[in-house]
């Protein structure tokens, strides 16, 4: 149960992470000109086509101790990166970063450029459109990145199991655990395990599913 | 003191002054120029023109949606927009109301916070006092604790206006805010409008395609076409003598015919000629052009009689022998198309179609007067 624990907080950490962190992202792409935007989309979906070993190589290449981000890593915090919890974050945020933008910057492409033009008429700013008009209505999509970028950290294993290794209580997930298990022939165990995934993942799946619905509806009549 | 009242009230000559040339990029069909160079005073002015003329686009760049590249847009003196001096405020500066085709109402919104939205800077009493003014101005109180999800396509346009005019706006753009609102319902709309700015003489800039609203509203009308104005003034100097064949279109005249002038009578005021392919001829009014010139002339549908016998004694000039093509009914208009040397398109009554018992392949005269056909700039 300790590594179903470890994963949860995994998946929490990461989706409030990349909620953070894809909004401002997804905004920017939303509404930039810039004609390199090409470029920033595709380095954010590399990880869809990617097997996560490449990404868990480098990853770990660029934390390890003598990696650049390890070396300041240890230098600030005394102690390496790669191999712990800090470090699994970091990588699953980089994994699970276009399941986060993807869904935001659908929804805030979706809204009606006219309903942000009324509000800049109004006298709106930029910050006032976006918290009180671009946000509320692209709730739908919000939500669906935190539940896609929580669900599919939950899931991971090949980048956990480059950068992560298998320390219990640290790096070992459920999905480490569960192969660990299978490795050891404990059937039983495995099975335990990946019941409870597939039971959490589905509670998650179909309450949000269900939520979003009932989001959807004061969406305008088009 | 006096004096410089005077001069200044001299130098304000028009409420809002705007020269400006806009370029949209694009491919062949895509790309578009807008060149515009005008000023209207307080009161309404109407810019109509068919769609795709480039009236919205007018209107986002006088908002400051848009930033045309070479500018000097002005309201009551006061800079909006100055190329040269790298002047450019934004649209929360500008301090405009704009509404646009569609009521833009924010949906996750009710009524009432839609229309205090303008109002941030004041005390949650003042916003809900002054929203309650504007809802009951325009006569939507009653629906303010709705959603823009559950009322009508002409309740969401008043409070739309409602809404933008809540800010105390120097001046308002409206980009056919009445689309597709039955006539009584937009002249209602109208009247609240009318009687809104009656004290307060705001320049009203109305963008429009349609004619009705042009006679309903207007005092001055500016025409524009393919992103340049083609014509301003008085709305019937304007759009019943159209210069252009693609405005005559949107004025509502659907005949279209291509003709050579045959003789001139300037002592008569008219002249003769003769339509294109055939032997047919009109007389219409006297042209800026000589004989063996090519011209073109419009003709409204409405603004032709059509006889069953050979009409006489008339003071219409124009009396055409010809046979009916097909007929289709229209809402209350009946289209005919009857083939006189060209073929013309006739509007007439329901009624007048029973009473005279016409069918298509019948014998029929047109009835045309000289002054309904309109010279047309190529």
């Given amino acids: 149960m300790e590594a179903l624990w470890l994963s949860l907080c995994l998946a929490f950490c990461v989706a409030a992470i990349l909620l953070v962190v894809g909004t401002p992202l997804a905004y920017w792409l939303s509404q930039t000109r810039w004609r390199g935007k090409f470029l920033i989309e595709s380095v954010i979906a590399l990880p869809l086509v990617l097997p996560p070993t490449v990404l868990g190589f480098y990853l770990l290449v660029v934390m390890g101790t003598d990696g650049p981000l390890g070396k300041l890593w240890t230098a600030w915090f005394g102690h390496t990166l790669a191999f712990t919890f800090a470090g699994l974050i970091i990588a699953s945020v980089l994994y699970s970063l276009p399941f986060a933008v993807q869904p935001l910057v659908m929804a805030f492409e979706s809204v009606d450029t006219r309903l942000l033009d009324a509000g800049a008429i109004l006298g709106a700013g930029r910050w006032r459109i976006f918290r009180q008009i671009l946000l509320p209505l692209s709730l739908p999509g919000v939500i669906t990145a935190v539940v896609l970028s929580f669900a599919h950290t939950l899931g991971e294993f090949g980048v956990v199991l480059m950068v992560g290794g298998n320390i219990p209580g640290v790096t070992r997930t459920v999905s480490i655990d569960i192969y660990d298990h299978v490795q050891s022939l404990d059937y039983a165990a495995a099975n335990r395990m990946a019941i409870a995934l597939v039971f959490i993942s589905f509670a998650v799946l179909s309450t949000i599913y269900a939520v979003n619905r009932r989001v959807w509806s004061p969406w305008p009549t088009k | ?378």
């Fill in chain 2, 1 to 378: 003191m006096a004096n410089e009242v005077n001069i200044r009230s001299a130098i304000r000559s028009a409420a809002l002054e705007a020269q400006f040339r806009f370029k949209r990029p694009g491919h062949a069909a895509g790309a578009f120029e807008l060149h515009v160079d005008f000023q209207i005073d307080s009161g309404i002015t109407i810019l109509f023109g068919p769609s795709g003329a480039g009236k919205s686009t007018l209107l986002d760049c006088i908002a400051g949606l848009l930033k045309p590249g070479s500018a000097r847009i002005a309201l009551n003196g006061e800079i909006l927009q100055d190329s040269a001096t790298h002047i450019f405020l934004s649209p929360q500066q500008r301090r405009l109301a704009y509404l646009f085709q569609s009521p833009a109402l924010f949906p996750h919104l009710t009524v009432e916070q839609n229309v205090s939205f303008g109002l941030n800077n004041s005390n949650e009493g003042d916003r809900a006092s002054r929203a309650q003014d504007l809802l009951a101005a325009f006569r939507v109180e009653h629906l303010a604790r709705r959603k823009p999800g559950q009322i009508s396509g002409g309740e969401a346009q008043r409070v739309a206006l409602a809404r933008s005019l809540v800010t105390s706006p120097r001046a308002l753009l409206l980009d056919e805010p009445l689309k597709g609102l039955d006539s009584e319902l937009k002249s209602a709309i109208f009247d609240d409008l009318r009687a809104w700015n009656r004290v307060r003489q705001l320049p009203i800039l109305y963008v429009t395609h349609q004619r009705d609203e042009v006679d309903a509203l207007s005092e001055r009308v500016i025409a524009i076409d393919r992103g340049q104005i083609i014509a301003q003034g008085a709305p019937h100097s304007v759009l019943d003598a159209p210069r252009k064949k693609r405005l005559a279109y949107a004025a509502g005249f659907e005949n279209h015919l291509s003709a050579v002038v045959q003789d001139v009578r300037e002592s008569d005021g008219v002249m003769r000629v003769r339509l294109a392919s055939s032997e047919t001829e009109l007389e219409v009014p006297l042209g800026y052009a000589a004989a063996g010139t090519r011209v073109h002339i419009a003709i409204r549908a409405g603004d032709i009689l059509l006889a069953a016998r050979k009409p006489e004694g008339l003071s219409a000039r124009n009396i055409l022998d010809g046979t009916i093509d097909s007929m289709e009914v229209m809402g209350t208009t009946v289209v005919c198309r009857v083939s006189a040397g060209a073929m013309f398109l006739v509007h007439v009554t329901p009624g007048a179609l029973r009473s005279l018992g016409l069918v298509p392949g019948q014998r029929v005269w047109l009835v045309i007067k000289t002054h309904s056909c309109h010279l047309v700039e190529e």
